[in-house]
């Protein structure tokens, strides 16, 4: 067996004509739309792009297919045929050593807005509003397994509940911030108790369809919602205290109040630190619900829903719950983004922003805490740094999720969970 | 108020045959494997933009006559169209036959994301469009106005109809149609008895991309300017069509589009056009709610 495993190894002959049957499909692929390019009814012809693509992907194919036949590469085809298991079980006693990072990191971020320039404090505020969108939708997705494209829409709930609340009602944020979770919540409960029903993938085009109707009903109703020019959204204040120079209506602002010098940086320190509290809120109330019975329940109906009905798991309850923690999430985020804009428009809530939603949940890994809060810095950070490439960021993350299922459809991080030890002097 | 029931009505009726046409694509997929093609919205944008290009090249090299150039365009189309979904399935959903649910889903999202970017990245963001075809117009007059039938709209009818009957045909008595229909029922004794079904779902998917690309060549000659987002909405009303002749079923996806594409005409020629997709997706969401099995098709029965 080793013996033909050794000869197989370099079958280069093998590797050359996947190559080029992979190149001639490039050709014919890529051939038109790359090559040939629309200008008006005329068109200019490309044909540098064209070679260099094929030679990518001739290149690619080559080293891909000696790969596959190294015992590595082997290895990686044989796993194709199998499901890996979802969670990796430690010793019941082991204690991570994240216990030790957790306090001090927690501190970092504490410290870390009185020293960083404005901008770098709104990119790590994006960066965070992210974390809990993505925390939100790994509850619904990671945990409970369910599909749910149209996310944004209880995003845009949150937000839009701010600037129509300030508008129609007079409410601030700190009244809005719970308000907006509950709306939310409620919203997915509505959406959620009749589709929840059915069969899983259907979820997912309810929802998508959901989300799509929330966009362009706020982008078509002028009178209500100002349509696509948006709406403006009230400023965030301590205890009622403004944190701009001048406060409104002879009040008095923040920085006389307590006897500061005037910082523009104000507003943003004070949502930052809002947002970073809710964070660890969230975190906590999550890690608490998957050691819950309802966080298992949630598992478990992911692994196997006939399973979980024949044990008299009441599905659409279990499901239910899920949907409706993550979309009040999401409602939360929303909040947070409306006042850290400053303004709200249609624009900020498409598809798309659900699809890289769920590539943070992908890349992640689906349940994995850790690996969704990295996932939300790396891709909401990563284009600002880079933002020379930003032409090329929806195409990065498709390219990601698609190589990310068939590497690891459970996420670059594994889900790890201590296992359960039976108590001592216990009759079984 | 006649007129334009009966002006909305063929509309309707050209709109719904196209959406039959690409829900084609999603209702075979669905029914072979189970899964949601997410990225069939796309499939058909990048078939509008072959036919475009198609059409741009064959008027640079002279042709004028309208039966050569849409014959032109239509082989050219369908042809490099199928193989995108050939290399669509290869790619993104044969490496994920025994993953999980969620794998294959979540990959068809990230396809569709890579087909649109990469579209845009090469053609440019920008709307493109194609010259009118075939000029001129059946006018009825009724009451007060007139109702407008173009040839190009006759023309797409007749097109659609005779896609759709070819594709019946092919299902229903060649060998090819055999292996599939068998493959649907039952996939692991299909593969026992000798079909290699692997194959059988790779022509699924170049067929339902060879219907979308006879849809996106129709389209583009009727409405004349698309872009590289045109997939994305279109994708999801073929897909309330399949939904709503009930998934998995050929003569359903047909229907579905036939209704959908005059539900919506009516709604824009008697209520609000800027809410029309609001009503489709609308339409959805409540059939699959009260009627998830749609109307021609079977109620889902889970099995252990």
């Not at chain 1, 964070?279 to 829903?305: C, F, H, I, Q, S």
């Not at chain 2, 040839?151 to 759709?164: D, E, N, P």
Request: charged share 10%.
């Amino acid at each position: 067996m080793s013996s033909t495993l050794a000869s197989k190894r370099f079958d280069v002959k093998k590797s050359l004509v996947d190559a080029v049957l992979a190149g001639l499909i490039a050709l014919i692929v890529f051939g038109p739309i790359v090559g040939v390019v629309l200008d008006g009814y005329a068109f200019n012809l490309q044909p540098d792009r064209v070679a260099a693509m094929i030679g990518a992907v001739m290149l690619g194919r080559f080293v891909l297919s000696l790969f596959l036949q190294t015992p590595r590469g082997l290895a990686i085809l044989a796993g194709f045929e199998t499901v890996g298991s979802g969670v990796h079980v430690r010793d019941p006693g082991y204690q991570s050593h994240l216990r030790w990072v957790l306090p001090l990191l927690v501190v970092v971020a504490l410290v870390f807005p009185f020293f960083a320039s404005k901008y770098l404090l709104t990119v790590v505020i994006l960066g965070l509003i992210y974390v809990l969108l993505g925390l939100g939708l790994n509850i619904v997705v990671g945990l409970a397994g369910l599909l749910d494209l149209g996310y944004v829409a209880f995003y845009a709930i949150g937000a839009y509940g701010l600037a129509l609340g300030y508008e129609h009602l007079g409410l601030g944020f700190w009244s809005v911030l719970p308000l907006a979770a509950l709306a939310a919540a409620l919203a997915g409960g509505l959406l959620g108790f009749p589709v929840l029903r059915m069969h899983g993938d259907y979820l997912a085009i309810v929802t998508l369809g959901f989300g799509e109707i929330i966009r362009l009903v706020l982008n078509n109703w002028l009178a209500f919602t100002g349509g696509p020019n948006g709406m403006s959204v009230p400023a965030p204040t301590f205890l009622g205290l403004e944190f701009s120079r001048r406060a409104k209506d002879g009040g008095v602002p923040f920085h006389e109040f307590f006897g500061i010098d005037y910082n523009a940086n104000f507003k943003f320190l004070f949502i930052y630190l809002v947002l970073l509290l809710v964070v660890l809120l969230v975190l906590y109330v999550k890690n608490r619900l998957t050691r819950m019975p309802v966080g298992r329940a949630w598992e478990a109906l992911r692994e196997d829903e006939i399973a979980c009905r024949a044990m008299g798991l009441n599905h659409v309850l279990v499901k239910l719950s899920a949907f409706m923690i993550g979309a009040s999430t999401a409602g939360l985020a929303g909040v947070f983004f409306a006042s850290y804009q400053g303004f709200v428009n249609p624009a900020s809530f498409t598809f798309f922003e659900s699809a890289l939603i769920l590539a943070i949940v992908v890349l992640g890994g689906m349940g994995s805490t850790v690996g969704v809060v990295l996932a939300a810095f790396v891709l909401t950070v990563a284009p600002e740094l880079l933002r020379s490439f930003a032409e090329y960021r929806v195409l990065l993350f498709g390219v990601l999720m698609v190589l990310m299922m068939i590497w690891r459809p459970r996420g670059l991080i594994r889900v790890s969970r201590n296992g359960v030890q039976p108590r001592q002097g216990v009759a079984p | 108020m006649d007129g334009i029931f009966l002006q909305q009505m063929i509309n309707g009726l050209t709109l719904g045959a196209v959406y039959g046409l690409i829900a084609i694509g999603y209702t075979m997929v669905y029914g072979i494997i189970g899964m949601i093609n997410f990225a069939h919205g796309e499939v058909y944008m990048i078939s509008a933009y072959l036919a475009a290009i198609s059409l741009a090249v064959l008027a640079y090299f002279g042709l004028e006559s309208f039966p050569l150039l849409i014959l032109g365009t239509l082989l050219f189309t369908i042809c490099i169209t199928g193989v995108y979904g050939w290399v669509i399935e290869r790619v993104a959903y044969k490496p994920l036959r025994n993953s999980t649910r969620l794998a294959p889903l979540i990959s068809a999202i990230g396809m569709s994301l890579v087909l649109q970017n990469y579209v845009q990245i090469s053609q440019g963001a920008r709307q493109q469009g194609v010259p009118t075809l075939l000029e001129g117009a059946f006018k009825l007059n009724i009451g007060e106005g007139f109702v407008q039938l173009t040839y190009t709209k006759v023309f797409i009818l007749i097109a659609a109809f005779v896609g759709m009957a070819l594709l019946t045909y092919v299902i229903q008595y060649t060998k090819l149609g055999r292996m599939c229909r068998a493959t649907q029922q039952d996939r692991k004794m299909a593969s026992i008895l000798g079909i290699n079904t692997d194959r059988v779902i790779s022509y699924v998917f170049v067929i339902g991309a060879a219907m979308a690309a006879l849809a996106g060549v129709l389209i583009t000659m009727n409405y004349g300017t698309f872009d590289f987002y045109a997939g994305f909405i279109i994708g999801i009303k073929a897909f309330t069509a399949a939904v709503l002749g009930g998934i998995g079923s050929l003569p359903g996806a047909m229907l579905g589009g036939l209704i959908l594409g005059v539900a919506e005409a009516q709604f824009s020629g008697m209520v609000n056009t800027d809410y029309k997709d609001v009503f489709s997706f609308s339409l959805l969401v409540l059939i699959l709610i009260f009627r998830p099995q749609g109307l021609l098709g079977r109620p889902h029965v889970a099995k252990v």
